[in-house]
Each structure stands twice: as C-alpha cells, then as structure tokens.
C-alpha cells in the first residue's frame, strides 16, 4: 500500500477485555516498530521487528502485552486483560531497517478503557 | 539513563518570523538526530535527519543543527506559516534501530 495501515483507528473497551491492534507496514519495509503515546507524551517504544530476527520486546511494559509479526508483513500488538491505565494512542512505523533510517508511522489506534 | 528533553511549553509566534526549537540531550552521544512533525489526530512524519559529524542540514524552509558540545540540536523554520503549526518531536539514536523520542514541543503560527 501508498503507507503504513493501522486497525481499527479508534477502540473502546471494558476493563478486563483483551483487544488486538493491527499494523500493515508498507511493502519492501523489513523494520516494524510498535509504540504507545500518552496524551501530550512523547513516544514510547513497545518493540521492534526485524526480519526473521528475534523481536526487541524490551520496551513491552508488562506480559499483559505481546506483538507478532509474520515475516515481513502483518504486525498484531495485543493487550490482555485490559487496564485503564493502557488508555493511549498505539502507533506503528515500518523502514527498510538501517541505521538512521527514517520510519514511517501509520495513523495510530486510539485506545480507551473504560 | 539516556535523556532527551523538549520544551513541553508551546511556542507561539508571528507569521513570517523564524520558529527555533530546541532539542537536548544527557548522557550519552547520538549518532543520529531525526526532527518529526506530527499533527493532531495522525501519525509522526520525517522531516530531517542529522549525523553526530554534520553541523548543519538544510531543506526548504527548514534547517537543523547539531551542536554536540552543548548536547543541542535546534530545528529552524524560517518565513514560519499558519500551516507550519504542529507539534514537533526529535528523536536521537545511537546508532542502532532504536530511536528515543523527546516529548515534542507544539508550534503555533499566528497571522
């Protein structure tokens, strides 16, 4: 696609519930990142993709959350037993995976727990 | 712990004057310094990229220097528009895929 996809671009639900968030990265990008952005935050980085590599999960903040991505495509980032404090907007970028690459983010989902 | 700060004030200025933002950093060296703009409701977009060597990068209107001394970048918009009105985010590396984002400062351009 012309850029990276991000599903559904807003989400609201209950405490407790499990969401999955969705990330189509544009194609011929091997480097896939996750982060999360608090209301008037900066970014915070939840984990890194690239290529067939083991993830860089360090930035994951508890087990409630885990992304997979299968090969050089799709990215899932779920979050179990949602909690209120997970209410934020969670952004995908995807680049050709060098040093000082420039990363192209999707639109975000916006994710409120009630 | 590897910083980086922004002003988290907003910055409002006068259509046409020059808009600088600062950028700093503590405890360490980036390698890389990316400026972003983001806007309300969308995702970050790349604006300029500057190496730990290079002093000073230049596109349009905009200009970012590096200045590894005082552990300072500064992003520069000249002949600033209402259009130019955004948050804008650095983020620095050091060298590897990861990258640290300051808290971005929000830019205001009056007419």
């Known amino acids: 696609g012309a850029g990276v996809s991000q599903s559904p671009s807003n989400k609201v639900t209950e405490k407790g519930k499990d969401v999955e968030l969705r990330c189509d990265p544009i194609s011929g990008h091997t480097a896939l990142y996750w982060y999360r952005q608090r209301l008037g935050q900066g970014l915070e980085f939840l984990i890194y993709f690239q290529g067939n590599s083991a993830p860089d999960k360090s930035g994951l903040p508890s087990d409630r959350f885990s992304a997979e991505r299968t090969g050089e495509s799709v990215s899932t980032l779920t979050i179990q037993r949602t909690q209120q404090e997970d209410s934020a907007v969670y952004l995908c970028?995807?680049?050709?995976?060098?040093?000082?690459?420039?990363?192209?983010f999707g639109a975000g989902t916006r994710l409120s727990v009630l | 712990s590897q910083k980086i700060e922004q002003n988290s004030e907003a910055l409002n200025i006068q259509e046409g004057k020059t808009a600088t933002l600062t950028c700093n950093y503590t405890n360490y060296s980036p390698a890389y310094l990316q400026w972003y703009r983001q806007d309300p409701g969308r995702g970050p977009v790349f604006l300029l990229l500057?190496?730990?060597?290079?002093k000073e990068k230049r596109k349009e209107r905009l200009k970012v220097t590096f200045d590894t001394t005082l552990k300072q970048s500064l992003f520069h918009i000249t002949a600033s528009q209402p259009a130019d009105s955004a948050t804008y985010l650095c983020a620095h590396s050091s060298g590897t895929y990861k990258y640290i984002f300051g808290t971005g400062t929000r830019l205001k351009v009056l007419a």
């Open positions: 500057i190496r730990e060597n290079e």
């Open positions: 970028a995807s680049s050709f995976g060098t040093s000082g690459d420039i990363q192209y």
